[in-house]
Nanobody, 126 residues
Framework: QVQLVESGGDSVQPGGSLRLSCFGT????????IAWFRQSPGKVRREGVA??????????TAADSVKGRFTIYRDTQKNVVYLQMNALEPEDPAVYYC?????????????????WGKGTSVTVSS
């Protein structure tokens, strides 16, 4: 069964950094567009944070709220997609989800996602 598994969530101080990982089981992430979404406390909708297209000539996008601070990239040998988060702000705490589908495009829209990971929690507090 195709699954996405996230890891790397933690509690950090403002200005700190984290790297989230998204692993694929039973399939190669290289052939799929992969996105990171986040769901902030008290919000229903999941916000698209960053996205990377398939290998060959991968393109990336990032939401305006994280542009210049968050970077998405792949390690094809390890079958993982990372989200490097720097300069974390009090507005960044959320559950972060890795997601994909056969027709996912960047920037990502949650309604087009068919495979979600279970999420990893990020907290920013002093």
């Amino acid at each position: 069964q195709v699954q996405l598994v996230e890891s790397g969530g933690d509690s950090v101080q403002p200005g700190g950094s984290l790297r989230l990982s998204c692993f694929g089981t039973e399939f190669s992430l290289s052939y799929y567009t992969i996105a990171w979404f986040r769901q902030s406390p008290g919000k229903v909708r999941r916000e698209g944070v960053a996205c990377i297209t398939t290998i060959g000539d991968p393109q990336t996008t990032a939401a305006d709220s994280v542009k210049g601070r968050f970077t998405i990239y792949r390690d094809t040998q390890k079958n993982v997609v990372y989200l490097q988060m720097n300069a974390l702000e009090p507005e960044d705490p959320a559950v972060y989800y890795c997601a994909t589908s056969s027709w996912l495009e960047c920037p990502p829209v949650s309604e087009t996602v068919t495979v979600w990971g279970k999420g990893t929690s990020v907290t920013v507090s002093s």
